[in-house]
């Protein structure tokens, strides 16, 4: 039983390394931030708040291996209320969602229709048309988030942004 799970474990390592196998890990988990939305900014205004966002093995293993990665396009962007545990995400008119990666920046999501009783999380509106290789090599990425308000806040807004990606799967 030791031997089975040592070589498991052995067979794991070796292909953790493979390109392929980092593929499938960036296209299943997704690149997280947290922002805070503060209470103070009223409605009909445009703010804009940014975080760095995070992948799987940067959470994970401290480090990022992005060299064989290629063709990365954005798959899906979610939004989810994490504080206080009774916020509606209604409470926005409209998200904007960019990648940030130094002076550059990218529009990769957005919605404008929030409905006031959309709840506590929302997808939004992805625009895959744009590579965004760069954005993901680099390793020290953000997410940019400019919204409008329809209602002012009564307390902090604590959100979760997770974007997933569609990475092709590099050939040797």
């Known amino acids: 039983m030791k031997k089975v799970l040592i070589y498991t474990l052995l067979v794991f390592l070796f292909f953790t390394s493979c390109a392929t196998v980092q593929s499938v890990v960036r296209s299943v988990f997704p690149y997280t931030a947290t922002l805070i939305i503060p209470a103070a900014n009223s409605s009909n205004n445009a703010f804009s708040i940014s975080s760095a966002a995070r992948s799987f093995d940067q959470i994970f293993t401290g480090q990022t291996n992005n060299n064989q990665i290629s063709q990365v396009r954005i798959a899906s962007a979610r939004i989810d209320a994490i504080s206080p545990t009774t916020q509606n995400l209604g ?3 409209s998200i904007k969602l960019y990648l940030v990666n130094g002076k550059e920046q990218t529009l990769v999501a957005t919605r404008t229709d929030i409905a006031a009783t959309a ?28 919204y409008v308000l329809q209602n002012n806040l009564n307390a902090d807004l604590s959100v979760k942004i997770s974007l997933s990606f569609n990475v092709a799967t590099p050939t040797k």
């Open 91 to 93: 409470t926005f008119k």
């Open 119 to 146: 709840g506590r999380s929302i997808m939004l509106d992805t625009d895959n048309s744009k590579l965004l290789d760069d954005y993901l090599k680099a390793g020290t990425s953000s997410i940019k988030m400019e």
